[in-house]
T-cell receptor, first 117, second 113 residues
Framework: DAGVTQSPTHLIKTRGQQVTLRCSPK?????VSWYQQALGQGPQFIFQ???????QRGNFPDRFSGHQFPNYSSELNVNALLLGDSALYLC????????????????FGPGTRLLVL | AQSVTQPDIHITVSEGASLELRCNYS??????LFWYVQSPGQGLQLLLK??????LVQGIKGFEAEFKRSQSSFNLRKPSVHWSDAAEYFC???????????FGAGTRLAVHP
């Protein structure tokens, strides 16, 4: 089992551009969450996808959007990039139907490090 | 609003010494609490979690944490630190119907030989 995989590992973009980050969940997991981790800070929840729908969203602008595919993989899209979007973007997957919610059994990927110049 | 505070940004200990990392939370109901570790260039690895029951929780790599409701704390401990424990440690509380985590800002641990 490969665990949660993310691509690319690193990315450099310029202000105003758009970026797409990808995540493949751990085998058997159908729920995908995205987090943004700025340098020197803890991760912040962006949104969660389940059954190809956005189930929950954190305090992020509409420039951040996502998608989940029938095979449960997910994409995070960020439009009109700002310097402040530079961060490590983490994907986490979990199985559904747990009494303790998605966080009870959640695995994180290694992240995609985005640098906006 | 729910929040997590890790008062110590950096901690340095000698190899073999004991360790305690502090975590305070703000949450209205029964909290689900977590400790994660992040090594450089890597994602987050779960050390342990508390949902209910025994307030002393055992985790991987010899770590344990104690939930103290009266102090709103969930401190992480290890009796003898190894050089490989040098990393960043994050405390988190579950929120949003237990579907998202709210993290603290982290504590960076350095281990001296």
């Amino acid at each position: 089992d490969a665990g949660v995989t993310q691509s690319p590992t690193h990315l450099i973009k310029t202000r105003g551009q758009q970026v797409t980050l990808r995540c493949s969940p751990k085998s058997g997991h159908d729920t995908v969450s995205w987090y943004q981790q700025a340098l020197g800070q803890g991760p912040q929840f962006i949104f969660q996808y389940y059954e190809e729908e956005e189930r929950q969203r954190g305090n992020f602008p509409d420039r951040f959007s996502g998608h989940q595919f029938p095979n449960y993989s997910s994409e995070l899209n960020v439009n009109a990039l700002l310097l402040g979007d530079s961060a490590l973007y983490l994907c986490a997957s979990s199985p559904s139907g747990l009494a303790g919610g998605s966080v009870e059994t959640q695995y994180f990927g290694p992240g995609t490090r985005l640098l906006v110049l | 609003a729910q929040s997590v505070t890790q008062p110590d940004i950096h901690i340095t200990v000698s190899e073999g010494a004991s360790l305690e990392l502090r975590c305070n939370y703000s949450y209205g109901a029964t909290p689900y609490l977590f400790w994660y570790v992040q090594s450089p260039g890597q994602g987050l690895q779960l050390l342990l979690k508390y949902f209910s029951g025994d307030t002393l929780v055992q985790g991987i790599k010899g770590f344990e944490a104690e939930f103290k409701r009266s102090q709103s704390s969930f401190n992480l401990r290890k009796p003898s630190v190894h050089w490989s424990d040098a990393a960043e440690y994050f405390c988190a509380v579950a929120s949003g119907g237990y579907n998202k985590l709210i993290f603290g800002a982290g504590t960076r641990l350095a281990v001296h030989p």
